[in-house]
């Protein structure tokens, strides 16, 4: 959800003409989306029984 956000706001810098903000603010809501991607599978993976 933070990812998604960032990425809104990095859209509303870019058409107001803060150029300079738009590629940080990408990154770092890619970092958000990718983050989110491997707490999920690490929570999928975690939940499974384990074997002996």
Avoid: K
């Amino acid at each position: 959800m933070l990812g998604t956000a960032l990425g809104s706001l990095a859209f509303q810098l870019r058409a107001a003409g803060y150029e300079q903000y738009v590629e940080s603010v990408a990154t770092f809501s890619v970092l958000m989306y990718v983050t989110s991607v491997l707490a999920a599978v690490t929570w999928v993976r975690d939940g499974r029984p384990h074997a002996n």
